[in-house]
């Protein structure tokens, strides 16, 4: 069997390329993205420790990540929707109505 | 090596990759098909950790509906390329102001977790057996989790009731 | 096998389930009433909000742990439920006239204002990091859709995007801190936690942990450096769901951050003093001086919010039992004088004028004395002046920070009083001395005098009387730690 330090290194390596994505890309798209990959750094390091304690509490608690990251997209997508009908850019250095 | 081991290399670094090129892509359809590509590797890791209710719920709701639902918008919005006033070819860590510091923090974010995490001696193996059954999961689910499990069913109808209200045209009063 | 939910937990989830009620009743008249009489969902919503505070009535002295120790029911829970209904119940009362002059739909403003409250009760409660989680959430995405509501102002979808953006990214992170201290306790139960993490203090996993879940706590309190979000959708934001925002949700996330912290991480508590303490006198002083450049009311006073939670923040370092009573105390004084505030730029608000700059204040007192008055009293109190509530708050603040060897940060608080009273004074030279009126008449209706009045007479009375206020916020922070010990605390 693989160590657990191997998976949380592996979900460590996930969590930093999500933050890196919200930082480095202009595109809302991409930066949700880039935060759905964070949140699965987060549910690969739950089940880890879930596996290692021997316990079924690491998958519930992903059962309930994965319920909030469906209810974010839903709502996030549907700002972005919104936001491209104003303006037909999703690059938020091209926002101009609030100082960023 | 072996086989377990040699998945697991494989699932991670298909994960790792695919993550990578996510946020290295300029289209916005190509990030989001490489990121199922991430979460196909990533249920494959969780067959290894003996979770395949995760495993499955990861490719129904994660890859099968929330990937979906991006990709819809995506082509909704017919697939904006991002503008960039940036040379490509320049190296990313000489880019502009945030691209720098967003590079540079996955870095050092990188390392120290991984630093910080692996300096346990002890906890470094698994247990043998003890795997949690899909049956474990519902009973736990439904009775020591009940309340917040509830608590969820507000939220989804918050986020449909929101995502109807953000994304209907005006015309309605 | 325990059932799901017993029925004594059904008792003890009363307050949540006739709130839920509440909330799908407006939903539903929604649908059901035509629409010349939709304003009438305004009164439904208020009547739930008011049956909500009557179901908490059984549970004044209550102090027990319910759904499988996912959630407390204790009067600490009590202090801050109190403290979302009020503020639900004045925003409500705000909201009318603006909703018809902004002409948007009031059925799923209302729902969503109980939803969010509904979210923050939940965190208050919660015992536990999912139930905490599931309720953060729960009301981040219900605010995440009413700073987006008014859809045809450029400026109010800019302000959901920005905080759904760093909303969700916070969330990340403070999910990755949870995981760690999931995996190192074994556990999500807080109460546990604190005795399984007892052994592990100094352990670097933990350090990490400690890190992460500040961080994640921090944008949603908007510390600085975690506060770029909350000038951009205070401005942009209705004005109601600003001052609920600015109010519920900082309450609530500081509800949850004394949860974790104090009954979750009290072995810690050497690491997250420290942070707490680095970034209370950062965001104080940045907050502050941000403030003072302002000449946008609101953007001003979101300036001001991150201000104020720097001092609360003090109360936190402190870790006492008085720092977290003060704590109590200045988040309910908070609430009055910032929603009262925010009411007055609402009364500003017409139809061709958006009424949130400091020009728009000029001659307010000629123009409308009593609401000049009332803006001019909760100024004072935000900067801390006697005889009103602001100033017990903050006198007690930064005692607790006193008493616990805090002298530095008591020091700089109070410097940072003075500086903002600067900018608070600005707006009273505006409505007193500049004679030149811009805008015409404010709009004035029977709700916004309501808010007016009540706050008024909490900042007022609160001031004179706080003796009450502090022994009932000094009962709720002891019931802090399992089964009425004060473990947790010093």
Known sequence: MVPLNYYLVLSAMLFAIGTAGVFVRRNLITILLSIEIMLNAVNLTFVAFGRALGSADGQIIVFFVMTVAAAEAAVGLAIVIGLFRHRESLNPDSWTALKW | MAPETLAFYAFGAVAVVASLLVIAQRNPIYSVLLLIASFGALSGLYVLLDAPFVAVIQIIVYAGAIMVLFLFVVMLLNAPHEETEYDERVHPLLRPGPMRFGALLALVLAGELSWALTRSGDSGRFPAGAVASVRAIGRSLFTDYAFPFEVTSILILVAMVGAVLLARREGRG | ?490
């Open chain 3, 1 to 490: 096998m325990p059932p799901g939910i017993s029925t004594s937990d059904f008792y003890y989830i009363l307050p949540e389930l006739v709130l839920t009620a509440g909330a799908l009743v407006v939903l539903i008249a929604d649908v059901l009433l035509p629409r010349e009489r939709r304003s009438a969902l305004s009164w439904v919503t208020l009547a739930a909000v008011g049956a909500t505070l009557a179901s908490l009535l059984p549970f004044t002295s209550t102090h027990v742990e319910v759904a499988h120790g996912l959630l407390a029911v204790d009067r600490f829970a009590l202090f801050f439920k109190i403290v979302f209904l009020v503020a639900a119940a004045i925003t409500v009362l705000m909201s009318v006239r603006y909703l018809a002059i902004e002409g948007a739909s009031p059925g799923e403003y209302y729902f969503l204002i109980l939803c969010a409250t509904l979210g923050m009760m939940v965190m208050a409660g919660g015992i536990d990091l999912i139930t905490i989680f599931i309720g953060l959430e729960t009301m981040a995405v219900s605010f995440y859709i009413l700073a987006g509501f008014i859809k045809p102002n450029q400026r109010s979808n800019e302000a959901a995007v920005k905080y759904f953006l760093l909303g969700a990214f916070s969330l990340g992170i403070l999910l990755y801190g949870m995981s760690l201290m999931y995996g190192l306790s074994g556990t999500t139960n807080l109460r546990v936690m604190a005795t399984s993490f007892g052994a592990m203090a100094g352990d670097s996993r933990l350090a990490l942990a400690v890190i992460l879940v500040v961080a994640g706590v921090g944008f949603k309190i908007a510390a600085v450096p975690f506060h770029m979000w909350a000038p951009d959708v205070y401005e942009g934001a209705p004005t109601p769901v600003t001052a609920f925002l600015s109010v519920g949700s900082k309450a609530a996330s500081f509800a949850m951050l004394i949860r974790i912290f104090v009954e979750g991480l009290p072995s810690a508590s050497e690491d997250w003093r420290l942070l707490f303490w680095v970034l209370s006198i950062a965001t104080m002083t940045v907050g502050n001086f941000a403030a003072v450049t302002q000449t946008n009311v609101k953007r001003m006073l979101a300036y001001s919010s991150i201000a104020h939670a720097g001092y609360v923040l003090i109360g936190i370092v402190a870790g006492t039992s008085r720092g977290i009573t003060a704590t109590l105390v200045y988040l309910m004084v908070y609430s009055f004088m910032q929603l009262g505030a925010f009411a007055v730029v609402v009364m500003l608000r017409r139809a061709d004028v958006v009424g949130d700059e400091l020009k728009d204040f000029s001659g307010l007192a000629s123009r409308n004395p009593f609401a000049a008055f009332a803006m001019l009293l909760f100024m004072l109190s935000l900067g801390g002046i006697p005889p009103t509530a602001g100033f017990m708050g903050k006198f007690w603040l930064f005692s607790a920070a006193i008493d616990a060897h805090y002298y530095w940060l008591a020091l700089i608080g109070v410097l940072n009083s003075a500086v903002s009273l600067y900018y608070y004074i600005r707006i009273v030279v505006f409505m007193y001395v500049k004679k030149e009126t811009l805008g015409s008449e404010p709009t004035t209706s029977p709700t916004l005098a309501v808010v007016l009045a009540v706050a008024v007479a909490a900042t007022l009375v609160l001031g004179v009387y706080p003796q009450l206020l502090f022994n009932v916020a000094a009962a709720s922070a002891r019931t802090l730690g399992a089964a009425g010990a004060t473990a947790a605390l010093r």
